[in-house]
T-cell receptor
């Protein structure tokens, strides 16, 4: 089955710097890659997603890149702010339904003032 | 819209007790999911329901049962709770289809003594 790895497990950056989180997946049939943000004690919320027919997607300070050949995708956050501090999860899915939704273990991002 | 709601928010059980976690969504979504989240780990799929009337096992189904009561409601039952089932449980729903964004409920924090 699908296996999703995520690095780093923790990341500290200075406010205003950029943060990059990388995920790798094992199943070449995966075709949908969302990123979720989870603040302490709260539910995960989708922040950006990308499908396998697209190489890059941007939404204001957040971008995701996908390399299908290498089977990895990355989350890029620019001009980080304290409210970006949270745990970020990547996931990979290959079906129309979530039965193949496999999450990475998460990255705890701390933005230091 | 309330989105995805879960009850209860917190629960403490003794080993061997049973309980049912309730989940409801008001977004007319076809698919619903139950995940567990353990400290330092990502979300692991317990069971899912691709559409009303169907349920299937996810990655970690042992010790759990589910019921898709109707399109809105999806319950998770622990028949004989064990300390290893101490976790935070999230219910989620999605339309299904190519994008498959999942919307999460607020979670239930379960402790089994």
């Amino acid at each position: 089955g699908e296996n999703v790895e995520q690095h780093p497990s923790t990341l500290s950056v200075q406010e205003g710097d950029s943060a990059v989180i990388k995920c790798t997946y094992s199943d070449s049939a995966s075709n949908y890659f969302p990123w979720y943000k989870q603040e302490l004690g709260k539910r995960p919320q989708l922040i950006i997603d990308i499908r396998s027919n697209v190489g890059e997607k941007k939404d204001q300070r957040i971008a995701v890149t996908l390399n299908k050949t290498a089977k990895h995708f990355s989350l890029h956050i620019t001009e980080t702010q304290p409210e970006d501090s949270a745990v970020y999860f990547c996931a990979a899915s290959k079906g129309n339904y979530g039965q193949n939704f496999v999450f990475g273990p998460g990255t705890r991002l701390s933005v230091l003032p | 819209n309330a989105g995805v709601t879960q009850t209860p928010k917190f629960q403490v059980l003794k080993t061997g007790q049973s309980m049912t976690l309730q989940c409801a969504q008001d977004m007319n979504h076809n698919s619903m999911y139950w995940y567990r989240q353990d400290p330092g780990m990502g979300l692991r799929l317990i069971y899912y329901s691709a559409s009303e009337g169907t349920t299937d096992k996810g990655e970690v189904p042992n010790g759990y049962n589910v019921s898709r009561l109707n399109k809105r409601e999806f319950s998770l039952r622990l028949e004989s709770a064990a300390p290893s089932q101490t976790s935070v449980y999230f219910c989620a729903s999605s339309e299904g289809g190519p994008r498959n964004e999942q919307f999460f409920g607020p979670g239930t924090r379960l402790t089994v003594l």
